[in-house]
């Protein structure tokens, strides 16, 4: 720029002396040959400065043009990573829902009667771990309560037992009279009695010990599987409120889509469109670069808060390797595990109670 203002000015100062040169006054022939003579080299320099200013006007169009071109062509570049990029966390999103959806369908029976949407599906999860709590401790209320049943009615045959043996000692006492071979049959009754209440009383030591072991085996599952719920009672709240996030954020980067698309085509519908188009590729890169940046924080909290969860509990996640996919299908399967453990729980509780009540007629013979 700076040698196109020079070339101007040497222009110039070439026409002033061009004028000067018309108003000399010619009185002889040398005179005219001199002046003819500077008249073309002064022509000649003009035509050399001339094509200098052209060939630098052309090299500065080309370089204008090529630096709008590169500029162009880094815009598009950015807007498709900033593309490429919004895909892939929303692909992200999608697999938890896909996630959500696959549990749907492999138990569609604890889904009965709820809608599709993703919301009600976590909400109906949610209570029914809220609901297995009550059935567990409602489980273990009655397990209590049948042992402690059983537990009265082993007092009550022992009581019997001790009354029977009683009443032959007393009855034998009180007979003097009484034969020796009646007394020596007495006797072997009295002695079979005896060593079938020290059977009985072998069997109900080891009853007792067994329900002890029973209950204790019973105590630490159910600890398990409150302490389990707990733990997936906090991550259905913690999820549930990043689901709920991410449902704001989706709203309000739709409505800036929105409001996008019709400023976009109001600009398309305007004279000026042409005048303010590289303006308006500036503001869409900006509100999609905003939209991004959103899409990443809501990924990286839910990042953060399975990882914390896994700083915090890392037992849950024995052999589970850091990927965030990996653990958040782990969680899953802990959700899906539940219940065939209160199943579990339920068939074993039945199967105890079984076992006690034969137990008891046994001994009541």
């Not at 070339?7 to 005179?31: A, G, V, W």
């Not at 001339?50 to 630096?67: A, H, I, P, T």
């Not at 329900?211 to 999820?239: A, G």
């Not at 308006?280 to 924080?297: F, G, V």
């Amino acid at each position: 720029q700076r040698e196109i203002e020079q070339l101007k000015k040497d222009n110039d100062q070439i026409r002033e002396k061009s004028t000067e040169y018309k108003h000399i006054e010619i009185q002889t022939d040398e005179d005219i040959k001199a002046l003819y003579e500077i008249i073309k080299q002064q022509s000649e320099e003009l035509s050399i400065l001339n094509e200098k200013n052209s060939n630098l006007l052309s090299q500065d169009e080309l370089n204008r043009e090529k630096k709008i071109d590169n500029e162009t062509q880094t815009d598009d570049r950015q807007r498709e990573k900033l593309l490429q990029m919004n895909n892939k966390l929303k692909r992200a999103l999608q697999i938890i829902k896909d996630k959500i959806h696959r549990i749907v369908n492999e138990k569609p029976d604890l889904f009965n009667g709820i809608g599709e949407e993703t919301n009600e599906r976590l909400d109906h999860l949610i209570s029914i771990v809220e609901n297995q709590t009550t059935q567990i401790d409602l489980i273990q209320t009655e397990h209590q309560q049948q042992i402690k049943e059983l537990q009265n009615s082993l007092l009550t045959c022992q009581f019997e037992l001790d009354n029977e043996r009683q009443q032959h000692v007393l009855a034998a006492s009180s007979t003097e009279d009484i034969s020796p071979s009646i007394i020596e049959d007495y006797q072997i009754k009295i002695e079979q009695l005896e060593k079938t209440l020290i059977e009985k009383e072998n069997e109900q030591i080891l009853l007792h010990e067994r329900l002890n072991e029973i209950e204790l085996e019973l105590r630490k599952i159910l600890d398990d599987q409150n302490s389990t719920l707990m733990k997936y009672e906090l991550l259905v709240q913690e999820r549930d409120l990043l689901i709920e996030q991410q449902t704001l954020h989706s709203t309000e980067s739709q409505r800036e889509i929105e409001q996008l698309k019709k400023e976009l085509l109001e600009l398309k519908q305007s004279p000026d469109y042409q005048h303010i188009e590289t303006q308006t590729d500036d503001r869409q890169h900006e509100k999609l670069l905003q939209i991004n940046n959103k899409l990443k924080r809501i990924i990286q909290t839910f990042k953060e808060k399975i990882h914390r969860l896994v700083i915090e509990k890392p037992n849950l996640f024995d052999g589970i390797s850091e990927e965030t996919n990996e653990r958040l299908d782990h969680l899953i399967s802990i959700v899906e595990n539940q219940t065939i453990q209160i199943n579990l729980i339920q068939n074993q509780r039945d199967e105890l109670e079984k076992q006690l009540r034969n137990e008891i007629k046994e001994l009541e013979r």
